[in-house]
């Protein structure tokens, strides 16, 4: 029998041996603030269920194939794949945007304007895709902030208390995610500016 004393690197062990308790105790340890974090983010009850459904999938999967990273933070590395999770959805269903282009929904898209030729569109889509690169080139904890403030609409308040840092750390993380977005541009000799 397991004891509730165990911390979650042991559990994480006996789950490995063969101990399908163990796993049991570990969800029903963090199960309630998995689900908060990722309800929180897409204010959804029943799309919260799938993608915490699809979390602890990839947990499972994970430490079955032996790519677990012990580092004896299991909690926040679950909370990292949640989060992945609702970035990963809200970019397949093309949610994250606040502004509406042409023919896409796109946080960086052109509020729409007639008359648009086809190279100046062309033009705007290719500077999507490079701001979507740099942003993808960011360090993890900046491409966090930048993210779940463009794409989620989410205040520094709210980023703070999900990625359990202060306030003043998240706006410094976007900060430095601006100045190495606009050292890039500069380095790659980029112009973003839209037709």
């Known amino acids: 029998m397991l004891s509730k004393v165990?911390?979650?690197?042991?559990?994480?062990?006996?789950?490995?041996?063969?101990?399908?308790?163990?796993?049991?105790?570990?969800?029903?340890?963090?199960?309630?603030?998995?689900?908060?974090?990722?309800?929180?983010?897409?204010r959804d009850r029943e799309l919260t269920e799938?993608?915490?459904q699809e979390a602890f999938i990839k947990v499972?999967?994970?430490?079955?194939?032996?790519?677990?990273n012990e580092e004896g933070k299991f909690l926040p590395w679950v909370m990292r794949i949640a989060h992945n999770l609702v970035i990963d959805h809200f970019r397949r269903v093309k949610k994250m945007p606040?502004?509406?282009?042409?023919?896409d929904h796109d946080?960086?898209?052109t509020i729409a304007q007639?008359?648009?030729?086809?190279?100046?569109?062309?033009?705007?889509v290719q500077i999507d895709a490079d701001v979507r690169k740099l942003i993808d080139n960011l360090p993890d904890e900046q491409r966090e902030v930048v993210l779940m403030r463009t794409y989620l609409g989410m205040s520094?308040?709210?980023?703070?208390?999900?990625?359990?840092?202060?306030?003043?750390?998240?706006?410094?993380?976007?900060?430095?995610?601006?100045?190495?977005?606009?050292k890039m541009?500069?380095?790659h000799e980029m112009v973003l500016e839209r037709a």
């Open 6 to 42: 165990l911390n979650d690197q042991q559990l994480v062990h006996a789950y490995l041996e063969g101990n399908e308790k163990a796993f049991e105790l570990l969800l029903s340890r963090h199960k309630r603030k998995v689900w908060s974090h990722i309800y929180l983010l897409v």
């Open 50 to 52: 799938d993608l915490f």
């Open 60 to 68: 499972v999967h994970t430490l079955k194939s032996g790519k677990y």
């Open 98 to 103: 606040l502004v509406r282009s042409n023919d």
């Open 107 to 109: 946080v960086f898209g």
């Open 114 to 124: 007639p008359g648009k030729n086809v190279e100046q569109q062309l033009v705007n």
């Open 156 to 182: 520094f308040k709210e980023i703070a208390e999900h990625t359990e840092v202060s306030i003043n750390t998240a706006l410094g993380r976007m900060r430095y995610a601006l100045i190495n977005m606009r």
């Open 185 to 187: 541009i500069k380095e």
